[in-house]
């Protein structure tokens, strides 16, 4: 019976198989990195909102602490977004016309709140705990970046579960003392490993259980 197919046939073969291989391990890889990349999680993106809040100005140029208006954060999961009348508290004294304020006199005067986007939205199936954060010596920035350097707010980290697992894997390399977790201007030490190592014993953080699923999967 004569050849049907010529010898080169073998290798295209081999090249089409290899090509095939070589095609869908890129595809993983590029859409592994692009799932992960500042266009899909929109790390750097300032968000919309209905008033444009600077924490620029309230942070660094007057010095409100960030407790003023995120009033639950020691006590509770969530950071709590500051009700009307606390932005009022100051408002009905300055800038009382300012167009851009008006819908928070709106929102005041009717009762209505405002609604403000959110800036990092972590799906139904993770949960996070702003308080133990807090009370074990984890500073706001270290999650929300220079948050008084934004005049726009933005979402400075990922969040996904590789960065989280960093810190929780070594929370050494992370945690400050209690009284410097609002500090915006704290510098991590030389001795930052020496000083997260007796840190992490002192507020009694058990580095064993901080990897286990049900600690954010609940």
Known sequence: MPQVFHRSSNTLARLSIVTGAALLV???????????????????????????FSHKHHVKEL??????????????????????HTCMSCHSQ?????????PIRQSYLNGTPVKWNKVYDLPDFVYFNHSIHVQKGIGCDTCHGPVHE??????????????????HRQPEKYIRPKEEVYNYEYKQPKNQLELGEKLVKEYGIRKEQLTDCAICHR
């Open 150 to 167: 934004m005049n726009i707010t933005y979402k400075a980290q990922p969040l996904s579960m590789a960065w989280c697992l960093d810190c």
């Open 26 to 52: 890129s595809s993983v890889l590029i859409g592994s990195n692009l799932s992960r990349s500042p266009y899909v999680t929109q790390v750097g993106a300032p968000v919309d909102q209905p008033v444009p």
């Open 94 to 102: 300055v800038w009382t016309n300012s167009p851009l304020l008006e």
């Open 63 to 84: 010095g409100i602490d960030c407790r003023y208006c995120h009033s639950t954060v020691e006590k509770s999961a969530v950071a709590s977004v500051p009700p009307t």
